[in-house]
Structure formats: C-alpha cells, structure tokens
C-alpha cells in the first residue's frame, strides 16, 4: 500500500495561493449545490511528483457549467463553454481552469471521438489514458484532500511506470500511442510490459486517427523539453513511420535539435524550425506527403516545402567567392526557419556562413530613395523604377554604396548612360 499522503498540504505547498484559495471556493460551492469536485488528471500526477504544473482540470459530479458560471460571479473571469460536452473554461488575470462534467465514454468505431455521458468520478477515471493519469483529488468540505485512485496511478508512478487500464486503450484511441511515448521519455518512465505489447499490436490503429488529431500530438511532442528521445523511440518501436516512413529519429536529430535549442535559448525553437529538421531527410515528393498527413497550416507546410527547396541549393550557396548580392538572390525567397534548419543541418561551413550573413545583417539592407524621389530625379515611371531600385539594392548589398547621396549619384549615372545610347 502506498503511504499516505496528504493531499491538502501537497495542493498548498506545491500551487499558487490563488489557485489554492480558488479551489477551496469552488469546493464549498459545489458542495452548496449538492456536487462533488475533483481535481483531476495531469496536475495531480505532477502534484505527487513535485513537478510544476498549473494546468488545473477540474471534474465535477453534476453540471460544468452551471457550477462555472457561479464562480465566474465570484472572480469576474471570462467564461467559455462547450454545452456539447458539458465543459468550461474559466479565465481570470493569468489563470485559466478546465472545468468538466464527470462522464463516461464509449468508442462507436476506433479513432473517432467518443460518445459522452454524464456520470460518476469513477467512470470519469476509467475513460482515460494511462494510470498515472487516472487520480483525482477530491476538493469538497469533508472530502478535501482525499484522493481517489482507483487504478494504482500512485504505485506506478513510484515504479515509473505507464500502464493503460484495459486492453482496448490504444484501439479505442491509437493518439495514446504516442501520448504513451511522450510521457515515458518526459517522465523517464518505461512502458509496462502489457502495455508495450498492446502497444506494438495497436500501431496500425494509427491510420484510424484524423490529420488534425496526429498534428496535435506532434505539436505537443514538439514542446517537450527533448522532443528527439521521443521520435527516437518512436523509431525503434516503429511508431514513426505512421508518420512518413522517410522519418529518422537518430543522433543526427538529436544533435540538431539541441542545436536548434541553443540558437533559440531562452525561448523554445519555434515549431517550424523542429518540423524542419524533422523532415530534412525527405525529399519534396515525401515532404508533400507529410503535409498531408499532418495536415499542417499553410505557413508550416510553406516552410517544410522552402526547406528542402533550399537543401537543393546548399552546394550553390557555398559556392567561393559568392557576392553578398549573390547570396541575397538566392535566400531571398525562402523562410527564415527554413534557412535556420538548413544552416544546422548543412555539412558546408561555407553554406552555413552566408545563411548567418543574410540572417543578421542583409536581410536588414534596404536603400533610401523612394519610386517618388527617383521620378524626381527624371527616371520614367514604368518598369525602369524597379530596375533602378533593384540595381540600388545590389549595390547597397555588395557595398559599393553606403549613402542616400551615393545611391542618387548612381541613379545619376545611369541616367546619363541611358540618354547616350
Ligand atoms: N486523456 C486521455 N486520453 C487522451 C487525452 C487525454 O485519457 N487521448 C486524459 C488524461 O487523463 C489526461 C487528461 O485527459 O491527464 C488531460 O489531457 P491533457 O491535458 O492532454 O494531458 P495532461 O495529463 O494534462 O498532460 P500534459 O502534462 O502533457 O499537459
């Protein structure tokens, strides 16, 4: 038997005292209307395992909503519903709380949402994931603090483990495949056996699953702390060929990501630039088939399509001697997350170089005079305006210019050439 812990002064200890002062008010009230409260799901895992989490899911035994917009009247938030599922989401200065009505579930047909009906904590529990994920905390009067872990969530979170509660876990929602993978490399956990089994006998139910809903979970994958011990396991597990079978989850990944980390350092490397790596190894005609598969918004499907664009151009921009201009005209086109993940990727010095010149200083270079000034000036409107100005740009960009007065004396120049041909 786990030893017992107390749950109340783990919730105080470990969560902001204005969630906490929160909690106790949401208590008292449901309990006012005759509901009971829990905190469920992640943040209670996180709570046993003194990581931080403030994503807090609440579950009530009776009506979401209606309890949501009763404490909506006590902290002024916003509130957000969803009478389908019977959810909310409430909102106030920097705090959000899910709110939802216990339920169970049924799967109609593998990968398709499931079915919602209201009912107890216990049915609550038994429609999700993982053990782990499985515990709540019970946050009315009188029950406060009291956890309920039907599953043995607490013994395997001390034997690191992720088990999944029946045996059709992963038929009746294969996302879980991967949600599997994420947690036990974010966690350092392992798989429990069944599980693992189970598992590798579900793969194939990933065909089951919406563009939409795998794109979520790469999404998610993409914002763990080492997003590539993921894809690595998902690689010797055989999981990532669901996602294009081109796909590497290798130390070549490995090394570029924490690249890709320390270039990005503070912040996070933008999605875009970790999907680059990711799809690197493709070529255009698999890269196409990876935006499909995934579905990606038209900016991260642009960038994909720019990367491997510009990994065919890599051995012209390491060309020697290549004028800044030169490297203008060839990067201009592409995405900066793009020219980022082929810089890292790149095994040309010289390539990498000039992605860093165009990234930090040419990309910036723009020249004074305006299509007005050069009319001014006596160009005629009409299509010589844009090749003036792109004859000024060259020059500023390869420094043969460096002044608003230099630029009207080349627009001079080339004037006086025109009128004696
Ligand atoms: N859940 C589930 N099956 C899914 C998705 C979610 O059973 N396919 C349940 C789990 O109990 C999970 C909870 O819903 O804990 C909330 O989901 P989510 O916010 O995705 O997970 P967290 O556990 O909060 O995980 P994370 O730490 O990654 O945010």
Redesign the pocket.
Known sequence: MPKRINFGKLIEKQLPAELVNFMWVAGEIAHTRGEKLYL????V??LLLGQA?L?L?LVVEGNAIELAQQLKKINKGKITTHPRFNTAKLQWDNWSVDLATARSETYDKPGALPTVKPSSIDDD?S????TI??MAIGLNPGYYGRPVDPHGGRDDLKSKLIRVLHGQSFTD?A??IW?GL??EQ?LDFHLERKTLKLLQRDIPMLDTISADRIRYEVE?ILKEKYPEKVFRRAEELEVLPKLHPALKGNGWLAERFEQARKLSFPALPEVGLYLALLAYPLTSEETERLISRLRLPKSLAQNLRDTIALKGKMRLLATPGLSPSGIYRLLAPYSSPAMVANSLATESPAASQNIHMYLTRLKYIEISLTGDDLMRLGVAPGPHIREIIELLHKARLDGKITSKQDEVDLVKGWLAAKQMK
Not at 40 to 43: E, F, L, N, P, Y
Not at 127 to 130: E, N, P, Q, S
């Open positions: 469920v799901g992640g943040v895992r996180d989490n994503d899911d529990l429609r999700r994931d993982f994920n499985a929602d996302t879980r949600r994420r947690y974010r998610c």
